[in-house]
């Protein structure tokens, strides 16, 4: 049996749910936690036994993102560098959309910066209504990672995704119901119970089908999507060096507004 030190993993039948499990910093990515969902994601792939998953977040938020807290104390150390983690996080979103077997997001509370992006990853979102999609980055001066504007821009059109990741502005539930990237809409109460309920659904179908859809629509859609990573990660690097991250970070914890320049 795999362990992990920042979500859990369990299997129901044929689904697979993998749950974000760092409540106290509302399931925030550092390293741990992506490496924690890089395995897992794999374990899910190579299980033949499994033919659906659900991704999902424990506590009050399904994820806020970056773990702010831990780039500002290595800022201040003088040890900031997160290029690696910038590669390994977009290798999220990759794998969700590489992967033979639907993938289910199921969001509650905030879904931000890089959490919002794989949420976009995954073939299916149900969100409870409570939820707040967020672009964050532009908040902190950095751009959206995760495959962030890949992904948007794919979901929303191009018009829209600059606007929201200019601006960092939330989206409600149900108007990203209405933008096209949530399934569906519900109240937090039904959230685990339809989205496992939607699991089951596809886990009895047709699983070459599925497999096959998703090989070609990565082909057909996202074959360059790995090549774009590339240009998101060198971007995002040179983001994290300048004044305006370092300010952007600092506003950020002492609650203030940045004085970008």
Not at 100 to 115: E, F, L, M, Q, Y
Not at 187 to 196: C, H, Q, V
Not at 202 to 208: F, K, M, W, Y
């Amino acid at each position: 049996m795999m362990t992990f030190s920042k979500i859990n993993y369990e299997v129901l039948d044929s689904v697979a749910v993998m749950t974000l499990n760092s409540p106290k910093n509302l399931n925030a990515f550092d390293e741990a936690m992506i490496d924690d969902v890089l395995s897992a994601l794999k374990a899910a792939e190579d299980d033949a036994a499994i033919r659906a998953l659900i991704i999902k977040g424990n506590g009050p938020a399904f994820s806020a993102g970056g773990d702010i807290g831990f780039m500002y104390k290595s800022l201040k150390s003088g040890q900031l560098s997160f290029e690696g983690e910038i590669k390994k996080i977009a290798q999220i979103s990759v794998n969700i959309k590489k992967m033979s077997k639907p993938v289910i997001a199921s969001v509650h509370g905030a879904v931000a910066g890089a959490a919002f992006n794989i949420a976009l990853a995954c073939d299916f979102c149900i969100a409870s209504d409570d939820v707040k999609f967020m672009q964050a980055f532009v908040n902190i001066g950095l751009i959206p990672d995760a495959g962030g504007l890949y992904l948007l821009s794919r979901a929303v059109g191009v018009n829209r995704a600059i606007q929201l990741a200019m601006t960092g502005k939330p989206v409600s539930a149900q108007d990203a119901n209405a933008l096209g990237f949530v399934t569906k809409v519900v109240e937090r109460d039904a959230l685990d119970a339809t989205s496992l309920g939607m699991a089951k659904k596809l886990a009895a179908g047709p699983s070459q089908s599925y497999k096959h859809m998703k090989a070609l629509l990565y082909q057909s859609q996202f074959a360059d999507f790995e090549a774009y990573i590339a240009h998101e990660v060198a971007a995002q690097t040179a983001c994290g060096s300048t004044k305006d991250f370092a300010e952007g970070i600092s506003a950020f914890v002492e609650k203030r507004k940045p004085s970008f320049e």
